[in-house]
């Protein structure tokens, strides 16, 4: 049982470049979502999808876009990489289950030079 | 919108000691969450809190809630350094499924 998988687990971007990461987990959970996280930031939700089908902004969604591919699956896309988005990033799903906490994948160290 | 927020943001104890870190949320809210993050690592779930008085314990590290109050604690008992980390509390609720972070509580044991 692999839990949550994101990858890459690195990247380095130049600005102005695209890339997606990307998360599957294989718990039948319904909702997923993608945080960054900065020192002394604590986790920022960036988009969730509580369905699939369906997703939602966060607190901090400019800049990327996202897609419940199926059930599994959830990707984060940056169109046009800034240093800004320079961070951990982090996937995580949670099932409908009363007592389900919610797993996380391994993160995703992003630079943007 | 719904705030969550932890205090201390950073707490250095001896170990030995007993503390307690606080988590407070804006609005009512089904879930509350406790993890724990080692640095450079992913989150570690601790705790799931349904409902009000739950009160949930794991070695020395015990959980309530108060939804009344909105607010969660996370009580260390007798620290030992094995507990540094960062704890994060987070809530959510059924229907919208949004689960929000608090912005974490730094715990440093010293021997």
């Known amino acids: 049982n692999a839990g949550v998988t994101q990858t890459p687990k690195f990247q380095v971007l130049k600005t102005g470049q695209s890339m997606t990461l990307q998360c599957a987990q294989d718990?039948?959970?319904?909702?997923m979502y993608w945080y960054r996280q900065d020192p002394g930031m604590g986790l920022r939700l960036i988009y969730y999808?509580?369905?699939?089908?369906?997703?939602d902004k966060g607190e901090v969604p400019n800049g990327y876009n996202v897609s419940r591919l199926n059930k599994r699956e959830f990707s984060l896309r940056l169109e046009s990489a800034a240093p800004s988005q320079t961070s951990v990033y982090f996937c995580?799903?949670?099932?409908?289950?009363?007592?389900?906490?919610?797993?996380f994948g391994q993160g995703t160290r992003l630079t943007v030079v | 919108e719904l705030k969550v927020e932890q205090n201390p943001l950073f707490l250095s104890m001896q170990e030995g000691k007993n503390y307690t870190i606080y988590c407070n949320y804006s609005?009512?809210?089904?879930?509350l969450y406790w993890y724990r993050q080692d640095p450079g690592k992913s989150l570690e779930s601790l705790f799931v809190l349904l409902s009000n008085g739950a009160v949930k314990q794991e070695g020395r590290l015990m959980a309530s809630l108060d939804t009344k109050a909105r607010l969660s604690t996370l009580h260390i008992t007798a620290a030992v350094h094995d507990l540094s980390a960062t704890y994060f509390c987070a809530v959510a609720n059924f229907g919208n499924e949004k689960l929000t972070f608090g912005t974490g509580t730094r715990l440093t044991i010293i021997p």
């Open positions: 995580a799903s949670l099932g409908g289950l009363v007592n389900t906490e919610a797993f």
């Open positions: 999808s509580a369905s699939e089908g369906t997703t």
């Open positions: 609005t009512t809210s089904d879930r």
């Open positions: 718990m039948n959970h319904n909702s």
